[in-house]
Every structure is written in structure tokens, then in C-alpha cells.
């Protein structure tokens, strides 16, 4: 779980997208929610949300929950 900090910037509220592969020259596919997202790091949102890495046919997928007031 995840909490938004009150009078934090916005800016400074994000989660680092990071994951290692079978290969550091294959670039890993980020989805949030479903949806592909480029770069590394993503704002936090309150709700909860599923990331998910993909490499090649290899892929793992957590769940988050961030509470609080953006």
C-alpha cells in the first residue's frame, strides 16, 4: 500500500518502474491498468491499479493500492 502525502508536489509522488529480464538488451513493456505506459515512473494515483512487466514471452504483474489525496 501505497500513501499519498499531504503538501507533497505531485511532482514527487511516483513509483519507480524497474525489472530485470533474461537480457539487459531487451526492453521491458510496462502496462498499468491494462494500459502500455512509457518511462520509468509512474504518478500516484489513489485506487488500486495492476502493473505489469513484459520481456519477450515472459511477464509478471503485481497489485497496488494507493490511498490518500493527490
Not at 502525502?5 to 530485470?20: M, S
Not at 491494462?34 to 519477450?56: N, T, Y
Request: no cysteine; glycine share 12%; proline share 9%.
Amino acid at each position: 500500500m501505497y500513501h499519498l502525502v499531504p503538501r507533497v508536489d505531485p511532482l514527487y509522488a511516483t513509483i519507480g518502474l524497474r525489472a530485470t529480464g533474461p537480457s539487459t538488451s531487451t526492453r521491458v513493456r510496462w502496462y498499468v491498468d491494462d494500459r502500455l505506459v512509457i518511462g520509468g515512473r509512474r504518478p500516484l494515483v489513489p485506487g488500486k491499479h495492476r502493473i505489469r512487466a513484459e520481456v519477450g514471452g515472459l511477464w509478471n504483474e503485481i497489485g497496488i493500492e494507493v490511498v490518500g489525496q493527490p
